[in-house]
């Protein structure tokens, strides 16, 4: 009976797990949400970093608050995405549940260069924890 119950426990949390989604896919994030428009206007030097939210249930009650070096950027519901000019050189991304969801913030560290696009993506595991990674898709 317990074995029973551990793998039910097991499996209910994979449906935890949010799904990454394509560039295409993701929506544009509104402007009422942009918190730091400098970062959306191309300039020489920059770079470009899409940073997506994933599809899925978990944290769909909150929007996630982007960071680039600290500063805040933009709130992204879940399907949504920021493309954004950072200066070429070395910086660190991070994402935070915002509103009534739990979690604290995490982070990962990108190099900017010319002529590469650095794509992210936030989404939760099987363990419900939000999560900060870079991605193929």
Do not use: W
């Amino acid at each position: 009976m317990q074995k029973i119950i551990l793998m039910l426990a097991i499996l209910s949390l994979g449906g935890c797990a949010s799904e990454p989604i394509s560039n295409e896919q993701a929506k544009p994030v509104p402007a009422n949400q942009i918190l730091n428009h400098d970062l959306f206007d191309e300039k020489a030097n920059t770079g470009v970093v899409i940073i997506k939210r994933d599809y899925g249930y978990v944290g769909i009650a909150c929007l996630t608050r982007v960071y680039v070096d600290g500063q805040e950027v933009a709130d992204l519901a879940r399907g949504e995405k920021i493309t954004i000019h950072p200066d070429q050189g070395a910086h660190i991304f991070s994402a935070k549940p915002n509103g009534m969801c739990g979690g604290g913030i995490v982070e990962q560290s990108g190099n900017v260069t010319e002529g590469k696009v650095l794509t992210y993506r936030i989404g939760h595991g099987s363990d419900a924890e939000l999560g900060l990674y870079p991605t193929a898709f």
